[in-house]
């Protein structure tokens, strides 16, 4: 039964979602489907690696441990430095298991002809490679921020590896820690000599009031560990919090050590300037293509001001125009997500509200509205230096668990042509939304993992390790006992046709994402993509319940045409009915490109306070009868010397500007600018006194 329910799912996936070429069927139930081989097109931007924008890519998270081991002579680590070797322990799932960067280049055809264009790797910098809770297989225990960790190769190789990438037009990405070092700093209160804990394993916090009345730890480098760190300075207690470990709330979130690591002061401008060198030479040595920054809501925001300018301006005068920079901001508030692309000057950060909001729509039945609210909330994205199309979309990592784990959580007793269904429908989601995709290295081969951290780091050379061994995995009887490079997988498979379509469109890279209303369905939903440079309609539509949907929703074109997916679709009158079948979606292009809508006037609504935040709404002075309206509100703020500063602009319905208080509350605002233009250049602009909240002026320009 196990093996019909994939065969079925295989046929599905290929026939209804994506169209695959002629099979051979097996004759007996011990062979496998065989399909023809898919040949992926590359536009020449895809070579161009240097100059490509970053929505043009497709991102691959790996962690190379567990990826594929190229070198077995570099296992144990270091063969000279003590605190760098060990932790080889293929079978326990906290061990390092081999994977390495020479594997990693040995499998970049593998990762091309999936579509990949960009990859990001888990730190690989020198770790300490065993502290008391485990092994650092995942490089975030680092001591040597100028020297590869020796379990995964050494400077050379990873300088081989970018440059055997770059051949490809494959993007190298660097994940970075500026939070912490390992753990090396004791406390006299808490650890003996040696810096093992003398009972309780911990050391609780102690807060700044704690501090002020003299109750401090007493920080000290046990013997031998005096110089272990580089550079040297990191080797000075006094570059530290030393407040004992974070409680993850309140204060502790930012001064407290993460799982007892060495948690670095952010605000002392001595750290703040010694880690922009740092990973200015990380830059100048290796030329990789961007940094995602690890544990950045545990680091001040002061840090984040200067290291990021800092970062991209020294990238482009290393030959690195379009350096890309994205934060790890656990959380799904995209108030809180938000302030690091404002205040934090980050040109992104990962989008865990898009993931939240994919899982719950996807595997947890709950109502499109969640995905409706996802996109209303790209405002608070949308300022002067950020966007929203360059946030970074994933469905899970190697922190969480991955997709297939929460569709096994939130559906148990579903079946396993269902999980693939919802796995597979939930990527091309995630492929055609705004938006930057991101992968998790091993979903493309149906792992599924237990959950948390350990639980979703499998190996993808054939596994030693029960717990990950024992799973079934998605659309394949493999299981991790055996090596996972089918490119033959229906997962596999699924997203090389999702590359190719979104390379095929630049409008599903590059266009905006509107919110279309639709009638018929609570579940199922539609978005449209639109692009400045063609004005021209993609319409995405999706159905993630086990029932076939209808919905209806006016037309901005008087006829579309299929591209992929599910093709029941129909005209009527002014409006597009499409029936998509249970756990389908369909993408329609528009034949004609979108009418320009005559320009109108705003109305300003008012001010609403949101915690951090000022939201500011506008609406039309007039019903536009395009579903479509192609306008972009941009809102200026005058500053204590009358000038305007741009702080938001918006091209999608509702029209508003969020504007983060500490930012409002530096300009000393008296008035507002809000311009609403269409996308021909034509532009009527406002005037809005704040002091007395009110539309006191206004002034009216038609700029032909």
């Not at 962690?63 to 003590?82: E, L, Q, V």
């Not at 002392?268 to 010694?274: E, K, L, M, S, Y």
């Not at 600018?673 to 021909?680: G, P, Y």
Request: contains cysteine; charged residues 25%.
């Amino acid at each position: 039964m196990k093996y019909l329910n994939t065969l079925l799912t295989l046929i599905f996936s290929c026939s209804l979602l994506f169209a695959c070429s002629k099979q051979e069927l097996p004759s007996s139930g011990t062979q496998k489907v065989i399909s023809d081989p898919i040949t992926l097109s590359f536009p020449d931007i895809y070579d161009d690696y240097l100059n490509r924008d970053v929505r043009d890519d497709i991102f691959y998270f790996v962690m190379p441990d567990r990826f594929y081991n190229g070198n077995p002579d570099n296992d144990m680590g270091s063969k000279s430095i003590p605190i760098s070797q060990g932790g080889y322990s293929i079978d326990d799932i906290k061990g390092f298991h081999g994977g390495d960067i020479k594997g990693l280049e040995q499998k970049l055809d593998y990762l091309k002809e999936l579509g990949i264009s960009a990859i990001w790797m888990t730190p690989i910098l020198r770790n300490k490679a065993i502290q008391s809770d485990g092994y650092a297989h995942h490089g975030y225990w680092i001591l040597d921020f100028t020297q590869i960790d020796p379990h995964f190769g050494s400077n050379q190789d990873l300088k081989d590896l970018i440059s055997a990438a770059h051949d490809k037009g494959i993007k190298i990405f660097f994940d970075i820690i500026t939070n912490h070092t390992a753990d090396v700093i004791s406390y006299q209160e808490c650890h003996n000599s040696d810096g093992s804990f003398i009972d309780e394993r911990t050391c609780p916090y102690k807060s700044k009031t704690q501090l002020e009345s003299g109750d401090k730890y007493t920080a000290f480098v046990p013997a031998g560990n005096e110089n272990v760190k580089v550079p040297a300075w990191l080797n000075d207690p006094k570059y530290y919090n030393n407040q004992g470990d974070s409680i993850w709330q309140g204060e502790s979130a930012i001064n407290g050590d993460f799982a007892g690591l060495d948690d670095l002061n952010t605000k002392d401008p001595q750290v703040i300037a010694g880690m922009i060198e740092i990973y200015k030479n990380i830059i100048s040595e290796f030329k990789p293509d961007g940094f995602r920054i690890d544990t950045v809501k545990h680091v001040d925001m002061v840090f984040w001001s200067s290291f990021s300018p800092a970062i991209l301006n020294h990238a482009k005068q290393q030959g690195i125009p379009n350096f890309h920079i994205f934060g790890e901001v656990y959380s799904a508030d995209p108030i809180e997500l938000s302030s690091y692309t404002t205040l934090g000057k980050m040109p992104s950060v990962l989008d865990f509200g898009f993931q939240d909001a994919t899982a719950n729509v996807f595997y947890r039945n709950k109502p499109a509205q969640e995905i409706y609210q996802l996109f209303e909330n790209d405002d608070f994205y949308n300022d002067n230096d950020s966007q929203s199309d360059l946030l970074m979309n994933f469905l899970g990592n190697h922190d969480m668990g991955r997709a297939g784990f929460f569709i096994n959580q939130s559906l148990p007793n579903a079946s396993a042509e269902e999980k693939l269904k919802r796995d597979i429908l939930s990527h091309a989601f995630m492929y055609l939304s705004r938006g930057i995709p991101v992968v998790y290295y091993g979903d493309e081969q149906g792992f599924v993992g237990t959950g948390g951290d350990v639980g979703a780091r499998e190996d993808m050379f054939a596994s030693k390790v029960a717990a990950y061994n024992e799973l079934d995995l998605l659309g394949t009887e493999a299981t991790t006992a055996t090596e996972n490079f089918d490119q033959n997988h229906p997962i596999y498979r699924a997203l090389q046709k999702l590359a190719q379509l979104r390379m095929d469109h630049p409008t599903l890279r590059r266009g905006f994402a509107f919110n279309r209303a639709s009638e018929g369905s609570e579940y199922a939903f539609a978005i449209s993509r639109v692009d400045k440079q063609d004005s021209t309609e993609y319409l995405l539509a999706f159905n993630p319940t086990n029932q076939p949907q209808t919905i209806r929703l006016k037309a901005s074109s008087d006829g579309y045409q299929w591209i992929d997916g599910s093709r029941k679709f129909s005209m009527d009158s002014n409006d597009i009915l499409i029936t998509l079948p249970a756990l389908s979606y369909t993408v329609l292009k528009a034949n004609s490109a979108i009418e320009n809508t005559e320009l109108v006037e705003l109305e300003f609504l008012g001010t609403e306070s949101q915690g951090r935040v000022i939201r500011f709404d506008y609406r039309l002075a007039e019903q536009v009868s395009s579903p479509l309206p192609l306008f972009e509100v941009t809102t200026e703020i005058s500053n204590q010397q009358g000038e305007y500063e741009l702080v938001a602009k918006d091209n999608t319905p509702p029209y508003s500007a969020i504007i983060d208080k500490q930012k409002f509350i530096r300009l000393a605002a008296k008035d507002i600018r809000v311009s609403i233009s269409d996308w021909q250049g034509k532009s009527v602009v406002h005037t809005f006194s704040l002091e007395k909240n009110t539309d006191v002026e206004r002034t009216i320009n038609h700029i032909n």
